[in-house]
Every structure is written in structure tokens, then in C-alpha cells.
T-cell receptor, first 115, second 111 residues
Framework: AQSVTQLDSQVPVFEEAPVELRCNYS??????LFWYVQYPNQGLQLLLK??????LVESINGFEAEFNKSQTSFHLRKPSVHISDTAEYFC?????????????FGTGTRLKVLA | DTGVSQDPRHKITKRGQNVTFRCDPI?????LYWYRQTLGQGPEFLTY????????KSRLLSDRFSAERPKGSFSTLEIQRTEQGDSAMYLC?????????FGSGTRLTVV
């Protein structure tokens, strides 16, 4: 079955430290990959996406994610986090070759940035 | 572009009652999605439409759940004979190409 795994349910990190949030998906078929962010008491917002081309994609607020086809991963990284990055982060995948437009989400990783 | 709109924002209902939620997608988006999210979990896929056609429905979805998108614009999600386990945030999203844009959700509490 198609699935998305976010192994870390919570990640505490000190301000200005680097962070990596892990995402793996179940199949090596063609995929579109996304990270969404949910700030406290807010809705889900698209953070960044991979559709094709360069395997390293960046967001406007300093996050980046790298698509690794052989490891079926799309880990999210930031070299230096801020208090304002505290939020829940969801990885999402659309499995293109299955012919569906369904998006499958992981269970989320709660990032808590400590002062 | 006013974003995806959902109504109501909150709904409290007694077990056994029926409830209906409405979603208005971004106007030019042809695909509309319903997801359910519970505390500590990611959005769980329920169903999606392309225009007025319901193309996929989760196998986990009970027969008590039904969704419609009669004219390919707004959509409704109805839950019949609600149970306490139906308490969750119900999210609507829409899409034209890649990625989906979410609404703020309808929080359902079944008492």
C-alpha cells in the first residue's frame, strides 16, 4: 500500500541550531513531493514542493528539502531555526503513476524551537 | 482569490444526529478534496472530486459518510448517525495542478 512515514513525532531543537525532519515514502514510482506547515491554531500551508528537475528545493523562509529516489526520501532541513519555526510539519506525496490525484500525508513532526 | 472556505467553523452535535458541512473551493480549481484530521495525526484522505465526478473514496470511509459536488463548484460532506469517533477536524482542499490548498476546516464534536 502507498504510504508516507515521518518517524519523528516530535523534534525539540535550540534556536539557531540546525534541524532535519525525515520523510520516507513507500514506493519508488514517480512521485510529486510536498512539505506542508501548520502553525498553532492555523490551517495547513504549502512550504515547498518537488515536481521534477533539481532534487534540492528551497522555500522562501530558509527551509530546503532533497529528493532522494533511491532511498525514497524527502527530508526537510534548515541550517538555523528560529522560535517562529515552531509548528507541525507534514510530508505529503502524490503517486503519479497510479493515475490518482490523491495526496497521502504523513503523521506529522512537531518541531519545537527552544530559546 | 479568496481561498478555500468552509462552513461552519465549529459544530457540536449529539450522537446519532446527522450533520452537513459545506466547502467552497478556489473558483478556478477543478479538483476538490475532503480530509479528516485528528489530534496528533496527519490529514487522512476521505474522497476527491474532479469537477462534479467523485473519482475516489477511501475504503476506510463508512457508508454513513457521503459527499457531493453537484455542479462542480461547492461541495457538501454529510455524516449520518454521528458517533463519538467521528469527532475530528474536517478539512476541505482544492487544486488546479500540483499541490492542494486547504481551508481552515470544520471542527466536529460529537457528544
Amino acid at each position: 500500500a502507498q504510504s508516507v512515514t515521518q518517524l519523528d513525532s516530535q523534534v525539540p531543537v535550540f534556536e539557531e541550531a540546525p534541524v532535519e525532519l525525515r520523510c520516507n515514502y513507500s514506493s519508488s514510482v514517480s512521485v510529486y513531493l510536498f512539505w506542508y506547515v501548520q502553525y498553532p491554531n492555523q490551517g495547513l500551508q504549502l512550504l515547498l514542493k518537488y515536481l521534477s528537475g533539481s532534487t534540492l528545493v528551497e522555500s522562501i523562509n530558509g527551509f530546503e528539502a532533497e529528493f532522494n529516489k533511491s532511498q525514497t526520501s524527502f527530508h526537510l532541513r534548515k541550517p538555523s531555526v528560529h522560535i517562529s519555526d515552531t509548528a507541525e510539519y507534514f510530508c505529503a506525496v502524490r503517486f503519479i503513476s497510479s493515475g490518482t490525484y490523491k495526496y497521502i500525508f504523513g503523521t506529522g513532526t512537531r518541531l519545537k524551537v527552544l530559546a | 482569490d479568496t481561498g478555500v472556505s468552509q462552513d461552519p467553523r465549529h459544530k457540536i452535535t449529539k450522537r446519532g444526529q446527522n450533520v452537513t458541512f459545506r466547502c467552497d473551493p478556489i473558483s478556478e480549481h477543478n479538483r476538490l478534496y475532503w480530509y479528516r484530521q485528528t489530534l496528533g495525526q496527519g490529514p487522512e484522505f476521505l474522497t476527491y472530486f474532479q469537477n462534479e465526478a467523485q473519482l475516489e473514496k477511501s475504503r476506510l470511509l463508512s457508508d454513513r459518510f457521503s459527499a457531493e459536488r453537484p455542479k462542480g463548484s461547492f461541495s457538501t460532506l454529510e455524516i449520518q448517525r454521528t458517533e463519538q469517533g467521528d469527532s475530528a477536524m474536517y478539512l476541505c482542499a482544492s487544486s488546479l495542478g500540483w499541490g492542494i490548498d486547504f481551508g481552515s476546516g470544520t471542527r466536529l464534536t460529537v457528544v
